[in-house]
């Protein structure tokens, strides 16, 4: 049996359409596909125990997974039926959220035709048969945001921002920042970011490298000098750790949840991961991995002298303007920041597993308005040399599932020149879209996640920005 699988990070063309009726085959897999849509689209709890009770009790989802999953992609809407057996049948849907589309594989038991024994869906690219989404005027593009987010509703507590060569032209903003005291969101709310830090992480490193400081194709035990992994420091490079293929691997888990009050350091991370195992050799893959960039973040601040906190704010934030953003702990009041929320049963209560501070691999705050001036910054050379920028934002690795990686920036698919980075994690999500260097920027933050819909909605738009 396989997991339903959402297209969390959005990273899908986005079309519009206008779609037939698809009548689903009269058989016992039909009536089971058409129960599971009904069940899904309706996010609705008892609805969703009735299914999994009735067609799927072996599901490896429960009625909050089950819901959460409906509420992450928004529902299905059938586009076509690809292959049908009376017990299989495969069909092409759209997640009505991202309006990206995925392959829906439903089996049901030939010796009990209502029960259902495999159900997925896995994210794939745009048919070529489908028209690709229109282009749009300013004008209509506010209107078509304004939709999307009505059509959200209270599933997207945050904020929109886009931008046309660096002036806003669409600032929209719904939800609470803080629900007990009724607190609206602005514009001006802080949102902590999850992992949108690494495009300030991976800036830091190639400013030291612009320096002649850091050599990206020198091992971690050049600048980590006493690491407690000393074989594999030996061999993992700085570029390896900024591309996300040195198998450095995570930090969450059961050692953290226990540690996370502890961990207040970028060291105080090395201390208890630092003498584990890699996942893989060094440029074995591509595997997104957290920890390295906890490490390029040590590396900065032995190469520079400064705490990474101190050498972002005086070398990333201040030369691009920002003055909104930051990596206060959770223990310090900041004004404006606002409370992050995850939904549990159906209720959305304060996030549980906020780390004790942000670090390199993310977890700081930040306004839409400081990451427009960020992607300002670093596209008019006020952060990186035109050298050091090119390296930033080529194609350096490639996950071999389409998806490719630049420095701390993901190279997204479309047809006008789109790079970018998300962040999500129990009360936090958002991302970043630079489209054609600068010339439009799509910022979404929010404070309610999961379901990680910044991503969605971030897509969206740039899909539908039209160049002038």
């Not at 002649?212 to 091992?219: F, S, T």
């Not at 750790?241 to 691997?249: K, M, S």
């Not at 893989?280 to 400064?306: D, K, T």
Request: charged share 20%; aromatic share 8%.
């Amino acid at each position: 049996m396989r997991l339903f699988l959402a297209s969390v990070l959005a990273g899908l063309a986005l079309p519009a359409l206008a779609l037939a009726q698809v009548v689903l085959p009269s058989t016992s897999v039909g009536e089971a596909a058409k129960a599971y849509l009904e069940a899904l689209n309706s996010r609705d709890q008892a609805k969703a125990a009735a299914f999994i009770k009735d067609r799927f009790p072996a599901s490896p989802l429960d009625a909050d997974g089950f819901v959460g999953f409906g509420r992450q992609v928004g529902g299905f809407d059938l586009v076509k039926i690809e292959a049908a057996t009376p017990t299989t049948l495969t069909a092409l849907v759209r997640e009505r959220h991202s309006e990206g589309f995925a392959r829906l594989q439903i089996e049901t038991d030939p010796a009990a035709p209502t029960q259902i024994k495999m159900l997925g869906a896995r994210p794939v690219q745009r048919p070529s048969d489908i028209a690709a989404v229109p282009r749009l005027d300013d004008a209509a593009l506010t209107k078509a945001v304004a939709g999307k987010l009505a059509m959200m509703g209270e599933n997207y507590s945050g904020v929109v921002l886009i931008a046309r060569k660096g002036k806003p032209f669409i600032a929209f903003a719904q939800g609470l920042a803080d629900r007990d005291r009724k607190t609206p969101i602005t514009q001006a709310t802080k949102f902590r970011v999850g992992s949108m830090n690494k495009m300030h992480t991976s800036v830091a490193v190639l400013q030291l490298a612009q320096a002649g400081k850091i050599d990206l194709q020198a091992p971690l035990i050049t600048y980590l000098k006493d690491y407690p992994n000393a074989a594999w420091a030996k061999k993992v490079t700085v570029r390896q750790l900024l591309t996300h293929t040195g198998g450095a691997g995570d930090f969450f888990g059961p050692d953290y949840e226990k540690n996370r009050d502890n961990l207040r350091t970028l060291q105080d991370y090395v201390v208890l991961y630092g003498a584990r195992e890699p996942n893989f050799e060094p440029g074995a893959r591509h595997e997104y991995a957290n920890y390295g960039f906890i490490l390029l973040g040590r590396v900065v601040e032995m190469v520079s002298g400064q705490s990474y906190y101190d050498y972002v704010s005086d070398h990333v934030f201040k030369p691009a303007g920002i003055s909104g953003s930051g990596f206060a702990p959770e223990t310090t009041p900041v004004p404006d920041r606002a409370v992050a929320y995850e939904l549990v049963g159906g209720i959305w209560k304060p996030a549980g597993s906020l780390p004790w501070r942000g670090t390199s691999a993310g977890g700081g705050y930040s306004t839409a308005e400081d990451f427009l001036k960020f992607a300002m910054a670093l596209f008019d050379g006020r952060l990186l040399d035109e050298t050091h920028l090119k390296m930033m934002t080529a194609v350096q690795a490639e996950d071999g599932r389409g998806g490719k990686y630049g420095y701390g920036l993901y190279i997204l698919p479309s047809d006008i020149p789109t790079l970018g980075h998300g962040g999500g994690a129990p009360g936090m999500n958002g991302d970043l879209r630079i489209l054609n260097g600068g010339e439009g920027v799509v910022v979404t933050l929010s404070n309610t996640a999961p379901p990680f819909l910044a991503g969605s909605i971030a897509q969206f738009a740039a899909d539908r920005f039209s160049l002038q």
